[in-house]
């Protein structure tokens, strides 16, 4: 009986090692095959890549999604009439070309021939007024999970027209004039009363889908009917959703991604040896947004203050080593003509003119507030951490309130009950789309700014149908902001990307995109 | 019969409640799904139509009783993050977990009971000493950070697992659990030192005992007092124990499971919480409840197995 219960535990044990031992076995000989398949792919053609994501998707339909995350993936399924290309250009796609009237009230879209649905289907007039119709709010049966933006309800009509020279296309009349309207033509053409994309999407991008599954990845594979020859170069693309930044770390450690994003500054650094590290930016507006409702912030003079004791190349060099574009209003770089540089170095850092400042607002001791920051930026939060330290220096003491992301949307982006908060805000690539928060009256103006010429003067740009007008308008308006300190702007923040050695042609996007179409293996 | 149906009407009661605090948990915090579903700059218009159609607009109790009325059913509705129901999503996600919990708790017996019995059986001997330091050590170790440095000892200094690979269940069952057994270390290396000082502790109060004394001076062996006697006594405040450490190795799984990112019902939970999908949630917590109380309810009956002079009555 004593033995046979000893031989019990024995055999326990030993079916435990056995276990373990095929366990380690069997991966080993994995990574082999891994590897061996690595290596037989010589030519600029072929081969499959694994980038991780740590959010996982809110909508495969991408009229439904609304998460940055999950609209970086879905590009390279989807396309819309026009796309943007790497320098923030938009370039026909779907239609073969675009032609906005003079008046800026017609949109004309003339289709691209030939163009395929992943399922085989050619892309017809219907499928795209159909598309157009469903982003825009159009259909007579609305879905309410379609997220439809506020910009559309400027569109009057959106029809079936033969241009000029034959070509079958679509014309989009509007009821007031607007030539920024083209970035939001990104749409997604999806096919006409598919009932599946949710589940199935499809769509003409460079990669059709092949299988997703909730928490683990999305996989798609090369489109070989894609319009554009020779692209793309990689047989399979797989987002693999990661629990959180640091398991995805340990991941990029054993080498089984191969392309991982908006790497913390320390992890880039300890993963140099491993991968190419590139750096690009994030097209963010990262700042010290202030609520201009709550005291002190109300007063011009101690948010002048702010812009002079915060040292933002400080900020930049700590929380990314120095990379990253300081910024000086509520625009960034990517948006080329629109964007004023001069204005990033408006305000120098100054102690003694902060302090001199606040002692003018009446507060010569400082005074205390609450940083709101959602806790899942680990940049957000480490910005915020090195303000708290430079304000100190001028005698004002903030505290750092970590909050929930979707807290945060409600409390402080919908509630407006805070009193500052560092956050990245985003745009579309239309430069009124990233300053109209500013206007009073602004359903998304979370700041409470108020500012009666900014209002005039916004109205007046978006209006614009003169495009030299435009840039200028849009010039003025960045610098009514800044004057004004609607807001502590900081920086376009670094996007640190960790990516294989063996994989090149890796681009930045003005927008926030991860195009795998042109990623080839050297 | 009578016990049963108390334990049931205990089981039921306790569920009830459980679904009653998630409920409200929910209606306090910040947020919910139509706004994670819209994003921030989606108008009250379409907020309200979508909160309408998802039946988010009624009254608090009414929710509540709706979603009582369909749970009793076993419909716990639909995810509104990822449109499937939300029975399909937990019968992917609950053998991970469950698997996880499992293969921990028979590490847990399997490396602690011998263990306890050799460290009992030679008191302040070399091995007792070490152990006792082995597992004061392990003991304070929470099991994600013991998941990091199994993945970085295991999974990337001596690539005996690939980090962050999983494969599902249907497709390789073997696999499926060689790739557990990293996990299911870090969820029981804590309990396993626990449970070995719990045990030895057990034994040696039992070893002190005048039975034992009886036991040796009737001629019977040191070993045979140990293994017929003295175990099967010290094992009953075990037992207790071991209850709770199965309901927190489950609780261990969930945390474990975003470090070695497997997709089970910890991932699914964090996942849904962030993204207010409240179906999701409920069924979760009220899965997780069920199954707690279902291994107390083993426990119980444990217990009149290994001593008969505990009747259930």
């Known amino acids: ?522 | 019969m009578k016990f049963y149906i108390k334990k049931l009407i205990t089981l039921i009661i306790t569920l009830l409640f459980v679904s009653f605090i998630t409920f409200f948990a929910f209606q306090v915090i910040p947020g919910d799904s139509a706004v994670a579903k819209l994003g921030m700059d989606a108008t009250e218009e379409q907020l309200f139509e979508l909160r309408e159609s998802m039946g988010l607009n009624d009254p608090m109790f009414v929710r509540y009783g709706r979603f009582l009325k369909n749970a009793i059913t076993g419909d716990f509705g639909t995810s509104t993050q990822y449109n499937v129901s939300v029975g399909s999503l937990i019968s992917e996600r609950l053998p991970v977990t469950a698997w996880l919990a499992a293969l921990s708790v028979l590490f847990m017996v399997v490396i602690s009971l011998p263990l306890g019995l050799l460290c009992a059986r030679k008191e302040n001997g070399f091995l007792d000493r070490f152990l006792t330091f082995l597992s004061q050590t392990f003991m304070a170790v929470p099991p994600f950070f013991l998941g990091i440095i199994i993945t970085l000892i295991f999974g990337i200094v001596l690539k005996w697992f690939i980090p962050g690979k999983f494969i599902p269940i249907s497709q390789d069952f073997g696999g499926f659990l060689s790739y557990m057994v990293f996990p299911a270390f870090a969820v029981s290396i804590p309990k396993v030192a626990m449970l070995t000082k719990f045990l030895k502790t057990s034994l040696l109060r039992e070893l002190s005992f005048d039975y034992v004394r009886t036991a040796r001076s009737k001629g019977l062996k040191k070993k045979q007092i140990m293994t017929k006697h003295v175990l099967k006594n010290a094992l009953i405040p075990v037992i207790t124990f071991f209850g709770m450490l199965i309901a927190d190795a489950l609780a261990g799984s969930i945390v474990v499971e975003q470090v070695f990112n497997l997709p089970g019902m910890g991932r699914m939970l964090v996942t849904a919480i962030a993204n207010r999908d409240f179906s999701v949630v409920s069924a979760a917590v009220l899965y997780i409840a069920g199954i707690v109380i279902i291994i107390n309810f083993i426990v119980d009956m444990t217990y009149q197995k290994v001593d008969p002079r505990v009747r259930i009555s």
């Not at chain 1, 092949?210 to 070989?224: A, D, L, T």
């Not at chain 1, 003169?466 to 009514?480: M, S």
């Open chain 1, 1 to 522: 009986m004593k033995r046979r219960k000893r031989l019990f535990f024995l055999g326990l044990l030993l079916s435990c090692m056995i276990a373990l031992c095929a366990c380690s076995g069997s991966t080993e000989n994995e990574g082999n095959e891994q590897k061996e398949a690595e290596n037989g792919e010589a030519s600029k053609n072929g081969g499959s890549v694994i980038v991780g994501i740590t959010n996982d998707l809110d909508s495969l339909d991408p009229h439904k999604a609304v998460a940055a995350g999950t609209k970086e993936v879905l590009f390279n399924i989807f396309e819309g009439l026009v796309k943007p290309d790497k320098d923030g250009k938009l370039v026909p796609a779907v239609a073969s070309d675009y032609k906005i009237s003079e008046d800026g009230m017609t949109y004309t879209f003339p289709l691209r021939e030939g163009v395929k649905f992943h399922n085989g289907a050619l892309v017809t007039v219907d499928d795209v007024i159909y598309s157009l119709k469903r982003a825009t709010g159009l259909l007579e049966t609305s879905d309410p999970e379609v997220r439809v933006e506020s910009v559309f309800s400027c569109v009057e009509s959106i029809e079936a027209i033969t241009t000029e020279d034959g070509k079958q296309g679509v014309e989009v009349k509007l009821n007031q004039p607007n030539i920024e309207l083209l970035s939001y033509f990104t749409i997604s053409i999806i096919p006409k009363d598919y009932t599946e994309q949710a589940t199935k999407p499809v769509g003409t991008g460079p990669f059709r889908f092949v299988s997703y599954s909730p928490m683990v990845s999305i996989v798609m594979e090369k489109n070989p009917d894609y319009y554009v020859a020779g692209v793309p170069y990689l047989d399979e693309v797989t987002f693999k959703i990661s629990a959180n930044t640091d398991a995805a770390f340990m991941e990029l450690r054993a080498g089984t991604i191969d392309i991982f994003q908006q790497l913390t500054y320390e992890q880039s650094n300890q993963l140099k040896d491993l991968y190419n590290i590139e750096i690009g930016n994030m097209n963010l507006v990262q700042g010290l947004f202030l609520n201009h409702k709550a005291a002190p912030f109300d007063n011009l003079k101690v948010r002048q203050a702010l812009c002079y004791a915060i040292d933002r190349q400080m900020i930049l060099d700590i929380v990314a080593g120095g990379s990253g574009t300081i910024i000086g209003s509520n625009m960034f770089p990517g948006f080329g003509k629109y964007y004023d540089e001069t204005l990033a170095s408006y305000y120098t850092y100054d102690t003694e003119k902060a302090k001199q400042l606040l002692n003018e607002a009446g507060y010569p001791n400082g005074f205390h507030f609450t940083i709101t920051v959602p806790s899942n930026y680990q940049a957000h939060v480490d910005t915020a951490q090195v303000i708290v330290e430079q304000l100190k220096k001028v005698g004002i003491t903030a505290e750092i309130k970590l909050v929930e992301w979707a807290s945060w949307i409600s409390d402080v982006y919908q509630g407006r009950n805070y009193e500052a908060t560092i956050v990245g805000l985003d745009s579309n690539l239309s430069p009124s789309d990233i300053v109209k928060r500013y206007v009073s009256t602004a359903r998304n103006n979370f700041l409470n700014y108020s500012n009666e010429q900014f209002d005039d003067l916004y109205q007046e740009a978006a209006a614009s149908v003169n495009d030299e007008e435009k840039v200028e308008l849009y010039h003025q308006l960045q610098r009514i902001l800044t004057e004004d300190v609607a807001s502590v702007y900081i920086q376009d923040p670094a996007n640190l990307v960790a990516v294989n050695k063996k994989l090149a042609g890796y681009q930045f996007y003005p927008v926030y995109v991860q195009d795998m179409s042109t990623v080839y293996y050297k």
